[in-house]
């Protein structure tokens, strides 16, 4: 068997991680195809190497440019390495525009498609993401979910037939590098210089359009951070600093501290060193969920409401209107007493993917 898995962006990097892994121990091919949506190699190329997936065997090179021009360019590319590999799994992961533009140019060409992280949900219909994941699931053969509330949802769209539970492989690499950081097994990350590691810091992102395309709503973001209490290490994405600059936003302020995209395991020991999260990355959210680490979400949804469970992780899209004090409780708050659950699987997802792709296990249909 033949599979070609689609990826062009860090999160899918990272949920390639472990199935490449679980590839590797198979007599199957897995080819990688790498469309260079996030070209950065803060965003990119540290991933394959600090994850230890193989290098891709096709890399397209579209880099950025606006949600159509970025997709349409995606698409156009990815039609004749299809076309030439004609694989038996075409597999897309997340909701990025490298998701859609491998599901439509798969469907077609009439190849199998496989959706990665199915079934997830914000119902906000301004987010590009929420319309990435609704068309590619609609498009796709197989639907391979990470949650029981993204079963529910697949059902609720008549899309039970093909959905399949096996889990969040985002647990299998996140579990898998915490274990190797604790252990001692990674050089500490690069913090943002002013940050003490053996001192209490906040951890941040922020990156979302919605969050960064108007300047009245990025400086009130901006603004919110840097009042904070205790020093925070904000690790800037590409598209905040071009957009703090366009519009004229000082980054560096009050109790901001500005460094970069973080590899993999950086991150993960990141979080781990910090008191708390906060951020507008969905995959953040859920990764502080699984370090222990209390979350405040600057978004009015989540494609991940396990998260909220206990305290867990709290949803603030407008820390300003909270007042100061109640926004500084809420952002440096203690880790909720509560023990967690497992909501996003056991850790062995990948296998499972594998497994279902193959016919030598069926899943569960919920």
């Avoid at 007042?323 to 850790?347: K, L, M, N, S, V």
């Avoid at 497994?355 to 249909?365: F, K, N, R």
């Amino acid at each position: 068997m033949k599979v070609v898995s689609v990826v062009g962006a860090r999160p899918q990097l990272v949920k390639l991680a472990p199935i490449a892994a679980a590839f590797a121990g198979t007599g199957h091919r897995h080819v990688i195809v790498h469309t260079g949506q996030h070209y950065d190699a803060d965003l990119s190329d540290v991933f394959f190497t600090g994850l230890g997936i193989p290098a891709p065997d096709v890399h397209l090179g579209i880099g950025s440019g606006s949600h159509g021009a970025q997709t349409g360019a995606a698409l156009a590319a990815l039609d004749p390495v299809l076309a030439a590999e004609r694989p038996d799994w075409v597999l897309v992961y997340g909701d990025t525009n490298s998701t859609l533009a491998g599901a439509l140019s798969a469907v077609k060409q009439h190849l199998p498609v496989a959706h990665l992280e199915a079934g997830l949900r914000s119902f906000n219909r301004r987010m590009p993401e929420e319309h990435n994941r609704v068309l590619t699931d609609h498009a796709a053969d197989l639907l391979l979910a990470p949650t029981e509330e993204a079963m529910r949802h697949l059902a609720a769209e008549g899309l039970a037939a093909r959905s399949r539970l096996v889990g969040d492989v985002m647990v299998d690499a996140c579990l898998g590098v915490r274990d190797t950081v604790l252990a001692g097994g990674h050089v500490p990350p690069a913090l943002p210089e002013g940050i003490d590691p053996d001192a209490p810091y906040l951890l941040a992102t922020l990156h979302r359009a919605e969050n960064t395309d108007d300047p009245a709503r990025l400086d009130a973001l901006v603004t919110a951070l840097a009042g904070l209490p205790l020093p925070v290490a904000l690790l800037a994405h590409p598209r905040l600093l071009a957009r703090a600059e366009q519009h004229g936003i000082k980054l560096a302020r009050g109790a901001l501290r500005i460094g970069r995209p973080l590899p993999y395991a950086g991150m993960v020991a990141g979080v781990l060193g910090a008191v708390g999260v906060v951020t507008d990355s969905g995959g953040l959210q859920k990764e502080a969920y699984l370090l222990g680490r209390p979350c405040t979400t600057l978004r009015p949804e989540t494609e991940w409401p396990e998260t909220l469970t206990d305290g867990w992780n709290i949803l603030v899209p407008q820390p300003q209107e909270r007042g100061a004090p109640a926004w500084a409780e809420i952002a440096t708050r203690a880790a909720p007493a509560a023990q967690r659950g497992e909501p996003y699987g056991d850790g062995r997802a990948a296998q499972r993917v594998v497994a279902v792709l193959t016919g030598e296990h069926p899943g569960s249909t919920g």
